[in-house]
């Protein structure tokens, strides 16, 4: 089976076409992965401008779909799926890529399917083993999202816990702001916590009353802020801090971060008897939080090798066990995108 997979969910244009055993959905090959990035685009704003992040997918969409079809050296008569993301997302850039999808299966007369952007972050680290291992922990760590899910199987998932604010990937892109450095923030903290101490300032994550499985990392944010501006200050204040303790309050605040999903993800997996942690999201390209859990007792799962940012291969690789599930029957023509796909 040869998939096409489309994702705009928020600022990457990501087009891919995976090829998998038509019986049990296994990876044979990514045939092509396509994803065109928006930083330049954003990075004068310090974050995602919405209304742009429509238009670029709206211009690039096509000739990406042509792009990806040459690399995997295929034509469309070819395609036997379309997959895309309908959520959750931007509401707007959703509707780029679902509309591009609903179009060319019917010019095409293919059947097309929507998957989920969340399971399809966790599906990129499940998608490269033959044999995936349930019941396991998900967590996915990214710009939008912050998630511990129980996974029964691919198709039965449970909330455990999320963020009650910020995502963990939001809050290093913050930080990062507050330190004069480019968007996406995540790298860019990561490569100057590496010259700092990571215990010098003890900063501390959220705990979260109602549900010790959430986060909340808005805290965090803020006791950055004020160690650099001073008490009771705002983001567009004057920095207090001299430039040499920056790289210790990279280094501080990532470890504070990172240790909080690591020992939160450890004692979910034990508290809800998970025999493997499947992780996925932006934040698990960060080299310390893959270090921190080197010497986990249960086996640790990361996303195949360039599927951890926002990607189309993981979005086609989900589509086909969908497809199976619904009796290969295609999604109907009305599938409306969603912004919030509730997991809970
Ligand atoms: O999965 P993704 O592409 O987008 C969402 O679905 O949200 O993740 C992007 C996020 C950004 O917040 C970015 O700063 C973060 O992942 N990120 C990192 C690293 N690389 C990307 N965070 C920490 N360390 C990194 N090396
Ligand atoms: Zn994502």
Redesign the pocket.
């Known amino acids: 089976m040869k998939i096409l997979g489309i994702e705009t ?4 244009t990501g087009v891919s076409i995976v090829e998998v055993n038509d019986q049990n959905g296994s990876l044979i090959a990514i045939l092509s992965n396509i994803i065109a990035s928006q930083e330049d685009l954003h990075a004068l704003y310090g974050g995602v401008y919405p209304e742009l992040a429509c238009r670029r997918h709206f211009d690039i969409l096509i000739p990406l779909i042509d792009q990806a079809l040459k690399e995997a050296q295929i034509s469309f008569q070819e395609i036997d799926l379309i997959s895309v993301a309908y959520g959750p ?1 931007l509401i707007g850039a959703l509707l780029m890529g679902l509309n591009c999808a609903k179009a060319l299966s019917l010019a095409w007369s293919k059947p097309f399917i929507g998957v989920n ?1 969340v399971q399809a ?1 966790l599906y990129a680290a499940l998608m490269g083993n033959a044999e995936p291992i349930f019941p396991s922990l998900g967590v996915v ?5 912050t998630f511990l899910i129980k996974m029964e199987s691919i198709h039965d998932y449970e909330l455990i816990g999320q963020t009650v604010d910020d ?4 809050a ?2 913050k930080v ?1 702001v507050m330190l004069g450095l480019p ?8 490569k100057l916590a590496l010259k700092g101490n990571l215990s010098l300032y003890p900063f501390k994550a959220g705990v979260v009353k109602q549900n010790p499985w959430d986060f909340s990392f808005s805290g965090l944010k803020t006791n950055v802020l004020y160690r650099l501006k001073g008490k009771n200050t705002s983001k567009n204040s004057q920095t207090q801090l001299d430039s040499s303790q920056w790289p210790h309050i990279a280094a501080s605040f ?1 470890e504070t971060a990172l240790n909080d999903v690591v020992s939160k993800s450890m004692r979910a997996a034990h508290h809800f008897q998970c025999k493997a942690i499947y992780l ?10 893959r270090d921190l859990l080197k010497n986990s007792p249960i086996p640790v799962y990361w996303p195949l090798k360039g599927l ?4 189309a291969a993981m979005i086609a690789g989900l589509g086909y066990p969908i497809f199976l599930q619904k009796g290969k029957q295609s999604d109907p023509l009305d599938l409306e995108p969603l912004a919030r796909i509730p997991l809970r």
């Open positions: 969910t928020c600022d990457e997302g952007h972050h760590v990214s710009g939008g999202h995502a963990i990937g939001e290093f892109d990062a968007y996406p923030g995540g790298p860019q903290i990561e990532q996925g999201g932006g934040v698990t390209q960060n080299q310390r939080f951890s940012l926002d990607n």
